[in-house]
Each structure stands twice: as C-alpha cells, then as structure tokens.
C-alpha cells in the first residue's frame, strides 16, 4: 500500500533558504513567474516572482541553455543555475541561469505593467483587473500587512485566554434589527445575513468567558464611500468578568501593541516594500469623552458641527488632527457616546444614563472600531428594549441567555479592512480589499 | 490626558495561575460561573465555572461571610477566599472562601441541568438551548478542539509560506454553477453566496503561490442528513509549483500531523474531559485508487454498490472499516475520482482522462475532504469548459488569470465541522456546529 508520510523538501529553493555568500557556486534550482525581463543583448536580468519576494536571475548568451524568445513575462518557469554573490542583487546574491524547464505558459500579454515598483493605475482600472494587478509587489504587500494584523488579533487573544469561536452567517432575525440587512429565502422561510457576530458572541461569553471571531459581515448600506464596504471582514471580540469597560479598550491596545510588534518582527519586508518605516504608537492611547472631544475640536479649530448625539467624519478627522498634533497620538479611544446613538444593548453610565459607556477607536481620525460595556442584567435588557418600544420577538435565544445569568461583559469589533488602509497609507478602503463588494460592485 | 496602555494583570486568579502547594494558605480572589452547588449542611462544595476550568471552593457556616441562599445556579461571583491543597480536589487545590462578591443574578433557574459530565438530553434540546446546553463542560471542550483544529491549519501553513486571504462570500454568479446556491438580491441585482473560494483561491495562487482562508460556506443543498449542513466553515488552501497531486495530500498529511500535536500538547484537558484517550494515526495515510477501493470493499465485505463513478455513504464506510482493519489507519487518500464527477477545472489524468487527479480524505470512513489538481492551461481550461457544454459568461475574471499565466497548482478543501466530529467521537454533524443551520434550523 501506498503511503502519504508528510511534507517532503523540494528540490527548488525559496529566497530565503539561498545564503548567497555560504552558496558562492552552487549550483541550485528554483522556480517562479517571470515577473520582467531586462534584455541587454548578450545579457538580460530576469527577475522571477516568488512567494518570498524577487530574485534576480541572469541570462547569458551560450551559457544559458534557451533563447529569450522561449520566455514572457508571466510565463511559470524552473532554473537550474549558479548562485553569485552580489550586493546589487535584492538579496545579495543572483543565479546564472543554465538550464529552463517551462512550468506554464501565458496566452496573451500582460492588460497592465505590474513589474514597476507601484501600479500606475486608476484604483478603478485595479478593481478590473484584481487578480492581474495583485501580483504586482507593492498590491500584494498590502494584504500581507493584512494577513499580519489578523494573525496577530488571533495569537494576541489566544495568549489572553480567549476561544475562537464560528458563528452563523445565516439567521432567522437581524442581530440588532434595520434596514440595513441583506434578506434571502433560506428553504421558504426569510432570512438575513448577520450584519454582526454581536448576540452570539455574546452568548458565548457565558460559555467561554472570552471569545473572538475573525469573519465576514454584511450590511445593506447605502453608502458610496471611501471608507464603506457592504461586505467586510470583523475581527470581533467579547469579554466576562470585566471591572470596568477600560478593560476592553485595555485589551484592544494589547493587541495592537503584540500586532505592531509581529509586523516589525516578521513583516519587515512588506513594510519596506510599501514606504512603511515607522508603525504607529501604541504604547499609551489617549482616552477622551466624546463631549470633551467635540468642545476640543470646535474651540482649536474654530469648527461647530450641528450633529450633538454623533460623530461626523470630518469631526473624528479633526479629533485625530488634534490628538496627533498635541500628544503624538496615532490612536485615540473616544468613549461615552450618547446612548440614543448607541444600540439597545449597551450599558448606560450609571453617572449619566444619557450617555454609554462605550468608545469608538479613531485611528488617523478614522473609526476602525466600536465597542463598549454591555447590559448583562436580565431585566435591565427588558427594560431598555421597552423603553425603545422594541420588540423581543426574535431575541429568545439571546435573552436566554441572560435570563440564565450573564456576568458582567463587553467587546468590540474591528474593520479590517479600515486598520488595513490606515496601517499602509491608502485613503480608500478598496485599496485595502482583496476584492471589494460595494454599491456597483460585485465582481471580480 | 489619560492614557489607555495595555492589559494589567487582574487581582482575581485563574486556575492555572493557582499553585495548590506552593500557595497553601494564601488569600486569593477568583471570579467565575455558580456551576453546582453540593450542600452538605454545615459544609458546601461550590464549583465554580472558570474559562479554563471548574474550580473547588468550600463554604463552611460561620466562615463564609454569606448565606447559600445568596446565590444560585448561574449567579457569576467573586469569592475571597484561602487556598488549601487537597489532592481530591480538581486541580490539586480547594479555595476556602471567606467573602463573596455578587457579581449577577440569573432570572429563573436553568431549563437544562448542566452540571453533569454530560449533558443527558437529546441532541433537539441541546440544540434549542444551545446558549445554555454548551455551558455544560464536555459540550464546550468541543468546540475547544474545534479552535485547535482551525489554530493547527494556520499555524502549518504559515510555517510552510501560505499567505491567509479573505474572499468574498457575495458573488456575482457562482463559482461553480449548480442549483445549490442561496441567491438574494444586491441592490437591485441578483447575487448569490459562494459555496466555496475556489475560483478565489486559484486567482491568489498567481500572485502568493501558496493560499489558504478558513471561512464559511453556503450550499442550498436539501440534504437532510446526519453529515450535511447548509453552512458550514471551509478550511481551504491552494498550492502553486506542485510536482503531482501528491504534494497537496502531503500537505494535508503535514497538516494533521501538526495538529495532532497541538492538541495533544494544548488541548489535553479537553480530550481528558471528552474521553478522548488516542487520537487518530496520522504517521502515515495509506493512499489508494477509487477503482481500486471499490473494488477492495466488494470483495471483502462482498457488497455491489450500483454507482460506478461516485461512492456511496456506506461504502466509504466500508472503505474506512478494511482501512483500519487491515492497516491500521484512521485515514485513507482516495485518488483518481471519475473525471465526470468531479468540477470542469479538476486536472484529468494524461494516462487515462476518464479519471482526474484528484482525492477525497476519508476519516473513519467519512468524506472529510475534497481536493486535486487544477487545470493551469487556459486553452485546456477553455476546451474542457467547451466539451461540458458550458458558458464562460461570468467567469471572465477567473479565466483572465489564466489567460496571463498561472502556475501547475492545486488545493483542497476540509470541512471543519466534519473533521471536528470524527475526531469526538460523535456522529451527527451538528454536535461538532456552534449554531448549526440545516432544512429545518435556522435559529438559534
């Protein structure tokens, strides 16, 4: 009988696995997508695309066993060549190619130029051509950025005593009710798409005591932004026996201190190649009322916003303006926004019921999260759902569990997709979306 | 300006922060879950629900500064109390309380008696009380198992240079067609929700080489079985540079091997609670035909199944059942499924196209995943799209990354709920599901 045993090692090596001076002449084998071609005549510079980076490779007439013309950029190859130390070369060394294997070959040129160093490209003309223009370097560090902030959310709760946990997409009821829900037929019965894990992770806080979730939500909105996606991935978390909602906005610090830590440590080569030298602070995160905020920004910059229950974008713009510019600030926590602003199940300050005690993160003056202490006493959350005239049908489950004791708890949720944009640069969330789903978009 | 700067360490001591013997005597507080309450009249065994946990503590009249009557099954409390070492005791350790602190208080008693090792009800009422049922100690160590599982996946494959991406679940069209898919409305337009990333996946392989996303999936298919759900989390990755299909079981391999591991070192009071004394071989995974499996199973258990190009539930048990019978083995690769069974961008095998090169992973005689090589030639792509009489329209995005280039390459899929469940030992599906969603289900 045949037997798989594991991962065997290949016989092609990646960048990092060639020490150009230790390998001085050896002659090695490696493959790639041909990213570019240099031809000089007698010699060109063949630069392959591989997952660890670009590696130079050099063809030589009468040394290497092919003609140029047997090769185009995107074409999938393997070399055998020689390795050479060379400190001009990206990684110290380059190959002399000598021999060519074709892995693949591609059936028409090139719709973009995606060997420069950045696209030079409408964001629109991008979004066409997504999985084309991703393989260009600088789009594609983008989403290694990415990959860094989830990793280090997930391993950063994890250290923290936190379980992962997989909640429904697909419900009977909304979360928090509204307009803005995607509906279905789901077997002849209606149904939405979550717009929030809010209510189950909720319920598993009494299950778990502290629970994460990285996944997609969705929201019907109608907003055609910078900053609104319809489909977006939430890194949502929630926890018990909490003595105060700074507990949450302590937590989330945490991990955006582990996180910058993981990005300098392991994504050392994305950040260069996007221009990125310094990560932002995250050693202390101011904390400021919301009312306080708002009297902030209209005293220094003379700016008086009609909306007293809200924040409007240009408002947190200024917010971040002024925190950077008077304390260096790159995050700043905004707390107790008024409650009518705030959903159902939001805890009230005990000082002022007006308000809640709650915060949204601003990051470069740009919401990235919301969060807040949550109501965990039973008929408190009647009340507040009376109050509202609301109606409890549809919450069973999720009043159960209250009715079942709940201890005292509150989380947050974080748009990925907007800490993505606000980390690399990038003033449109689109450029921080693999493939973005909004108002008129809805491929690739 | 206050200032938020990470987490501090909380006053109140989990489990493992506790060291019976070397802090015998000391004072403590510890917060947690009434989980039961054993009164033994002048003494009671109070244990409390912890997330890394059930914690001893004793009342004792006249030296617990309460009365039993305070507190309840459910109420969430904070205990002041001594640590006294007690080898009967959970953890080595009991807490003799001295004060308690009322942190919430259920509303009515609990629907479910939790307290039990297991749950003694069926698996309709765990299911209608799911916030409450998975309160219950062995109902929640299995979804623990199921965050080592997902946690072993990523952890491999960023070892192995996988790059994690997030894909849309709102789609255009499907990706691979059928009737199987929930549609909805987007804005006026129709949409659908992916039932799987492959199109996604493969698109990334052009530009990262190795890709995986662990995310849910939507399949409308009207199976009502003990295997089947509506939604489900898919652990997916793509491999570009393969060899042979047999890289992509060597990375499952790989994979199973890891997690294994992890659990073993991580998640060991789990399977201790579960009962979970050896876990599943995974040294080696026989590998064997489709044809040559059907045939096996019909002259051992002399048994005709009528469906030369599929098999059927019972007879990948049957196949599970010699597999283990005659090597031992947990797992079995079946390959080389018929070509007209399996999706048009399956790899057909050159010896014999009426077969692909393709697997399913049998667990215990289950389908748990399905995976092969892919087509990476777009006029091969194209002549097989053709010879099934299908239509391209919808799928230019797709067929544009191999129109410019893609390397030989492959993936799979493993369902995570599946996997989960033939690792616990239980036989339904929706036992190893959070909040499952089936033709019947769509609440909790």
Redesign the interface.
């Known amino acids: 009988?045949?037997?798989?045993?594991?991962?065997?090692k290949?016989d092609?090596l990646?960048i990092g696995e060639i020490d150009g001076a230790a390998m001085d002449g050896c002659e090695v084998k490696v493959?790639?997508?041909i990213h570019a071609i240099r031809d000089m005549g007698e010699v060109a510079f063949i630069i392959l695309r591989?997952?660890?980076g670009l590696m130079q490779c050099v063809w030589e007439e009468g040394v290497s066993d092919f003609s140029l013309k047997d090769i185009?950029e995107?074409?999938?190859v393997e070399f055998t060549g020689i390795v050479r130390p060379d400190e001009r070369a990206p990684h110290g060394y380059e190959i002399r190619i000598l021999a060519l294997r074709i892995?693949?070959?591609?059936?028409?040129p090139?719709?973009l130029t995606i060997s420069r160093k950045r696209l030079n490209t409408s964001l629109e003309a991008k979004l066409n051509?997504?999985?084309?223009a991703?393989?260009n370097i600088n789009e594609?560090a983008k989403?290694?950025i990415?990959?860094g902030i989830?990793?280090g959310f997930?391993d950063f709760l994890?250290s923290?005593?936190f379980?992962?946990?997989?909640?429904?997409?697909?419900?009977?009821?909304s979360a928090e009710g509204g307009a803005n829900l995607?509906?279905?037929?789901?077997?002849h019965?209606p149904?939405i798409?979550q717009q929030s894990p809010q209510f189950?992770k909720q319920?598993?806080v009494?299950?778990?005591?502290?629970v994460f979730e990285t996944?997609?939500v969705?929201r019907?909105e109608?907003h055609n932004t910078k900053r609104h996606l319809?489909?977006y991935?939430s890194l949502d978390f929630e926890i018990?026996?909490i003595?105060s909602f700074?507990d949450i906005?302590?937590?989330e610090?945490?991990f955006l201190?582990y996180t910058m830590g993981l990005l300098a440590r392991e994504y050392a080569d994305e950040l260069e190649i996007l221009g990125i030298r310094k990560l932002p602070r995250t050693?202390?995160?101011?904390?400021?009322r919301f009312d306080v905020a708002k009297d902030m920004v209209a005293k220094k910059y003379d700016r008086q916003f009609r909306n007293p229950f809200d924040l409007e974008p240009e408002e947190e713009l200024l917010i971040g303006k002024l925190f950077k510019e008077e304390?260096g600030a790159d995050f700043v926590?905004v707390t107790h926004y008024p409650s009518r602003k705030r959903p159902f199940y939001a805890m009230d300050d005990p000082e002022d019921p007006t308000y809640t005690l709650s915060f949204d993160l601003l990051m470069g003056g740009l919401e990235i999260t919301t969060g807040g202490q949550r109501i965990?006493?039973?008929?408190m959350l009647l009340d507040k759902i009376a109050a509202r005239g609301m109606e409890t049908e549809g919450m069973?489950?999720?009043l159960?569990?209250?009715?079942?004791?709940?201890?005292?708890h509150g989380g947050l949720g974080i748009g990925?997709e907007r800490l993505t944009m606000r980390l690399i640069g990038e003033d449109n969330v689109r450029e921080a979306t693999?493939?973005?789903?909004d108002?008129s978009r809805?491929?690739?």
């Open positions: 009988m045949k037997m798989i045993t594991g991962v065997a290949k092609t990646e493959n790639g997508a591989k997952r660890d185009h995107a074409s999938t892995l693949s070959q591609p059936a028409a090139m719709p051509y997504r999985p084309i991703l393989r594609r989403f290694k990415q990959e989830t990793r997930r994890y923290q005593g379980t992962e946990i997989h909640t429904p997409k697909l419900g009977a009821k995607f509906r279905l037929e789901y077997f019965r149904a798409l189950y319920m598993m009494g299950v778990y005591d502290r996944a997609p969705f019907a109608k319809n489909e991935t018990g026996y003595d700074e906005m302590a937590m610090t945490g201190q050693d202390e995160i101011p904390q400021v304390y926590f965990h006493d039973y008929q069973e489950h999720y159960s569990a209250f009715k079942h004791g709940m201890p005292p990925l693999l493939f973005p789903r108002l809805l491929e690739p």
